[in-house]
């Protein structure tokens, strides 16, 4: 039986994501400037409101099982599979994402690269890595402000094995941005899988926000599965809180993109901690299976060398309506 945090389409751990990208995390792949090698730029500045075609020398994506060799990406913060001539700006007067393009929302809004004499400077490259091709939005800013304001920095990334990576620097913007991967089955946000639970769009408004974050979107044949990821190494200590007796099997599934499954079994108490030992560095979506009912909390802390960091969060919820969901 699956014990998830009862959050829609998202796998066990979602709510991790908080402790394990801490307050200061970068983004999977830090920003590079225009001259570093293999940094290629997208558009110029002062651009604005602006649709690029991109052919990526060397490499075909995959998204929901077809195959694109282009791709269309947006100073508005998403990215299409194909050359969908796509263009939207802020979805709090837009209907979008229409649901006949299927891409990656990755923080959709009316961004633009501000103009040269702007410090720091903004701009949208993209470089080829050896996991995959990563597309950074680097300080950006908002359209309404003539290139003026805060700024912000964002990032996808196109991992070789078909994983789809969200990660977010500094988000300044205080609402309305969407995030999440559109299928384009039809209708407006109809096929949009959003990382907020059960939502279709996220504004910071509503929902607390992805600044400092990332996400791991995983396909699995039918619909991509989304996950805050994390960080962890060493020693996984958890602390049980349960009303079951004797200890009962979980079993714990940390998944990395690129490497197989790490999968670690162990007996969870009654009550007092318990440990998972030897996992290596590196970033995650962590499965879990396990008897119902019983791990309702824990505390987790993440030993890498002398360094802890605690903090109690929900683990796994019960399955209160007996589904088996």
């Keep these: 039986m699956k014990h998830t945090a009862r959050i829609s389409t998202l796998w066990a751990m979602s709510l991790l994501g908080a402790m394990f990208c801490p307050a200061h995390a970068q983004l999977t792949h830090p920003v590079e400037p225009l001259t ?34 282009t791709l269309t990406l947006t100073d508005n913060g998403v990215l299409t599979f194909g050359n969908t001539n796509y263009l939207s700006s802020n979805p ?15 923080a959709q809004d009316d961004w633009l690269q501000p103009a ?41 990334i196109l991992y070789n094995n078909g994983d789809i990576g969200l990660a977010y620097d500094d988000l300044n913007k205080v609402d309305n941005y969407v995030v999440g991967l559109n299928k384009g089955a039809g209708g407006i946000y109809a096929s949009l899988t959003g990382v907020n639970t059960g ?19 995983r396909y699995n044949g039918t619909n991509y599965l989304a996950s805050r990821t994390f960080s962890v190494s060493g020693t996984l200590q958890l602390e049980a809180i349960v009303n ?24 969870v108490p009654a009550s007092g901690a318990f440990a998972l030992p030897g996992i290596p560095v590196g970033i995650y979506v962590m499965h879990v299976k396990g008897p119902r009912y019983l791990a309702k909390n824990v505390n987790l802390s993440i030993t890498n060398s002398n360094a802890v960091l605690p903090s109690p969060v929900p683990l796994l919820a019960g399955d209160i309506n007996g589904d088996n969901a």
């Design 36 to 69: 570093n090698p293999g940094v290629v730029r997208i558009g110029t500045w002062g651009d604005n409101d602006r649709a690029y075609a991109l052919t990526i020398p060397g490499k075909t994506f995959s998204f929901y099982g077809t195959t694109y060799t």
């Design 92 to 106: 709090s007067n837009l209907g979008m994402p229409r649901g006949s393009f299927p891409g990656v929302w990755v």
């Design 116 to 156: 040269i004499s702007f410090t720091p400077q903004g701009y949208i490259y993209y470089k080829i890595y050896s996991d995959g091709v990563a597309f950074t939005w680097a300080n950006v800013r908002r359209g309404d402000g003539a290139g003026g304001g805060p700024t912000n920095t964002f990032q996808v």
């Design 199 to 217: 939502t279709t769009a996220f504004t910071e408004s509503n929902y607390a926000s992805v600044s400092k974050t990332a996400y791991l979107f």
């Design 244 to 267: 079951t007796a004797p200890p009962q099997p979980f079993q714990f599934t940390f998944r990395k993109t690129g490497s197989t499954d790490l999968v670690v079994s162990a007996n």
